[in-house]
Structures are given as C-alpha cells and as structure tokens.
C-alpha cells in the first residue's frame, strides 16, 4: 500500500536539479525538528540534492542549540547560492500565504503541516492536519507509518519539537502527537533533551523579558505586553509566561519592527480562539492564522497610520473580540 512518504518521493524523484525544505522564516524546535526528520526520510529514498533553508536569523537559544546539537544542515536562503526557479521545494510547518514566510525563487511542490489549511496553493502533494499540535508528530507518523526506526538524533529531535509545540502535551497535543511522543521516546537521547531544555533562554533574553514584563496590561482575563525585539521565538515565549499569570487565560503580544508589527496570541480559555482573535485583530490591515491555543499576525507598516496609537489599536480590537465572544 503506498503511504504519504512514497507520495512525496514520486513527486520529488525527477527534480531537475535541488530540493529544498522550506521551514517558517525563524523555524523554532518544532520545525527544524520536523524538517530534519524529512531530510533523512528523503535521502534514505534516494532524494540527495537536498538541504533545509529559511530566510531570517534564528535568535531563540534552544534553536541554535538543536542546530548545533544535531548538526542539522540548515542555511540562510542568501546563503543558498544555486537556489532558483528550477528547483523544487516542500515547506515545512508552514504554508503559503502566511506572513512568516518569503516567497523564494523555488517552485514549492509539496506541504506539510499542522496549521490551518490555507488552500492548495497549487502544490502537487500535501499533508495538512490542523488537528495536529505538532508537526513534528505528523513527520514522526512518516518513520512508523512506512516501517522505519529514526534514528538517535532525528527521534530526539521529534520528540522535543512535540514538547515545545504543545507545551509539554499540555497545549493543543491531538492523539498523534501524545502517541508518537511516547513511541519516540524510548528512542531518543534524553540526556540531550535535557541539555536543550537547559539551554532555552539567553542572557540577552532576560533583558528583553524584564523590559517586556513591565509593560504587561490585564483586562479582565487578557494580557498585553509589547517587546522590544525582533525576534519571532521570544514573541512567543513571552505570551506563554504571560497566560501562565493566575486569572490571565489570553496573551497578545506584539513587537512594533521596522518594517510592520508583528503579533502573538495565547489561549487557553476555550470560548475564545487565539486563531480568531488574532484575525479580528488584524482585520483589513494584515494577515493572521494558527490554532484556536496559539496563533500569529503581521500588519505592515504601510497600513499604519502615523496618527493612530498601534498599541490603542490591537488592544482596542482585541477587547473589543473578547467581549463579543463572552456575551
């Protein structure tokens, strides 16, 4: 019986010349682990132009420290100097039409991912399961689906890409990812989750932390902080610690960049989807989309008015969402 993997491969196998495995632009543990886990599946099938790109710098302490661990080949797109229209591409924990991803010069075939299906975009093969609180999980199911034991490092990588997507199987975790966490786990090394674990905030993230927690705004059960930062990772980071406060179950925050505003949203209060409120947020002036437990957004500095507070307005539209969703 043919499986997703060998769907994949048939569309892969007469590349006219790279395959690229696309990450989101700042991939954290979930996608670099899922992304190398394809890069050994592939290769084992006979896929050997391959490498995994992604756009932007990676700031996030445990994603370096999983680069540096596992040795994963992983380059900058502006780095990747034969990368171009005839090469194809399979994105990874991401979709197009997201605001966390570049459109690079490759012909994107192939998607897998766990997020909301955003349509198909014209690929030749996908494997989208929103259900799915990693997709570290779904690469995990392409190992025991088609009968292969990961080895060491990529079962190691799996099984922590799953524990920071849903929180330690706390945040969104489907059957999947609590099935293939147990499955990966008498696999992997747990000495070096346990290395990664120490090693998933910075001296430098402390700083911004502190700046950040001092800026936090309760309304009722929401929590705003804004940082100062460009790093997508802390963004998150920062909106976990947040909803982790006692009577707050919804974290937005937001960084104001150079180029546009980039926001995070937490939930885990079940009448109100971190998903729809980011899209209420960004309503008409950007772009938005994840879980109903996490989610993301990006309004472009052109659709700023220089006339209007941009922090008055994501908590005015937020509160606004939040009050509509509790009558």
């Known amino acids: 019986m043919s499986t997703r993997l060998d769907a994949l491969v048939d569309v892969l196998k007469d590349a006219p010349d790279e395959v690229f495995i696309q990450p989101h632009n700042v991939p954290d543990p979930d996608a670099i682990g899922a992304s190398l886990a394809l890069y050994y599946l592939l290769d084992l099938k006979g896929i050997k132009k391959l490498a995994i790109v992604y756009d932007q710098e990676i ?56 997020h909301e299906y955003l349509g198909s975009n014209g690929y ?24 292969i034991v990961p080895p060491r490092n990529v079962a190691t990588a799996l099984l922590y890409g799953i524990f920071m997507d849903t929180s330690d199987l706390t945040r969104g975790a489907s059957d999947l990812d609590i099935n293939m966490f147990y499955r990966l786990y008498s696999l992997s090394n747990i000495d070096m989750i346990v290395e990664l674990r120490g090693n998933e905030i910075s001296v430098q993230d402390l700083g911004l932390y502190a700046e950040a927690f001092r800026t936090v705004e309760i ?30 179950n919804i974290a937005v925050a ?31 002036v950007g772009k938005g989309g994840g879980h109903s437990h996490m989610a993301g957004g990006f309004i472009p500095g052109e659709n700023i008015s220089a006339s209007r507070s941009i922090d008055t307005f994501i908590k005015h539209r937020a509160i606004m969402f939040y009050e509509t969703a509790r009558k």
């Open 254 to 284: 937001y960084a104001k960049r150079e180029n546009g505003v980039k926001l995070s949203v937490r939930s885990i209060a079940d009448e109100i989807s971190a998903n729809s409120l980011v899209r209420c947020v960004v309503e008409g």
């Open 219 to 248: 309304y009722d059960e929401l929590g705003f902080l804004a940082l100062q930062s460009a790093n997508d990772s802390l963004l998150g980071a920062a909106g976990d610690i947040v909803v982790s406060v006692s009577g707050v």
């Open 59 to 114: 700031e996030k302490a445990n994603s370096l420290k999983m680069i540096e661990l596992f040795d994963i080949p992983i380059i900058r797109a502006s780095d990747a100097l034969t990368l171009g229209p005839e090469d194809l591409s399979v994105l990874v924990d991401v979709q197009k039409g997201n605001s966390n991803i570049t459109d690079l010069a490759t012909d994107e075939v192939a998607v897998i991912d766990h």
């Open 124 to 147: 030749r093969f996908e494997d989208i399961r929103p259900e799915a609180g990693s997709c570290s999980a779904i690469l995990a199911d392409y190992f025991f689906e088609n009968g």
